[in-house]
């Protein structure tokens, strides 16, 4: 755990960076309940009132209600996101509108991220945050792409955990915000930490029956419970994604831990069951029709659309940025073999 530049001279992007307008071929679109179809641009969400006079800690501008009011939500009070459904059904939308919500509203003395991307091919983009908002290994890539590099970052993060844990019960301090209040120059407050996980099940399920595969990623699932079940007191939350919604997958462990979560559209109702414990899913639309569920309520949501050419101009706007870059490093993990 490191001491923070405070970044003193960095400025909040700028929504003319968003598009007012996305032309029907660039984007996916759901229907609505009237067979009439919809796109719920990022800058008109992160432009609306609810966003903009939201006092959450960590508000995330999901989408719009199919009343067309911004649906916007505390990710610190959640305090973790599972996304789930089948493949190309706005899974990835979702992410991306968790972390442009998170860089608007968000300076990097207040917000990291890690990244965990084993297919390698969703989060390149966001290796631009580099010494702004990632929280990374030493020596180690932005954007974690490899099963062992995920299981060193995860345990890193456990250690990171634990740490600010001594600090609170030496203080006798209860959570993050009344450490940061309390914390007697700006360098010592802690940054929320949010760790995105692309496709949780490739990094769960053992590839073939080598006992180091088994090993490294029950460490990994280890990890994640962990983090999960006490990580919210200190600020470190996490958003898990699969497309892989199983009972393999998503066990009731992981469904005990994450209680707020979106759906995008299922194969099958079973699918459903697994992500909501209720069917439905299985008959929304795709292209980023989904169904918010927070404790017990849900509701069905237009999801916030940012284009990759969008994340493009923001990320490059954050790595322009020239105000002192300070990485964010994890704690090495302990080596130890556990007993």
Partial sequence: MEKENTFADYQLPPLDLLDEYIPEDKVSEGKIANGRRAVVRMRSVLGDDAFRNCK???????????????????????????????????????????????????????????????????????????????ATLSGENP???TKDQAGKTLEALCEEMEARYSHLSVGS???????????STPQERWPYIVTIIDEYADLTIPAGREEESRYISREITESIIRLAQKG??????????????????????????FPTRIAVRTMTRADSRVILDSPGAENLAGGGDMIFKIDTETERIQGSYISPEEINRLTTYVESQSCKKTPYTLPEPDSAPKA
């Fill in 173 to 183: 301090i209860s959570n993050i915000v009344e450490y940061n209040k309390q914390a």
């Fill in 143 to 145: 954007i974690v792409q």
């Fill in 56 to 134: 959450a800690e960590l508000p995330v501008a999901i989408g719009r209600t199919f009343g067309n009011k911004v649906k916007v939500f505390d990710l610190a009070k959640a305090p973790h996101l599972l996304i789930a459904g089948a493949t190309k059904q706005g899974k990835t939308v979702a992410i991306n509108a968790v972390v442009a919500s998170l860089l608007y509203s968000k300076r990097p003395s207040e917000l990291k991220f890690v990244f965990l991307d084993p297919k390698g091919c969703e989060f390149s983009a966001y290796s631009r945050l580099g010494g702004h908002y990632l």
């Fill in 232 to 257: 919210r007191a200190v600020g470190i939350h996490i958003i898990l994604a699969t497309q892989r919604p199983s009972k393999k997958v998503i066990t009731d462990s992981i469904k005990a831990t």
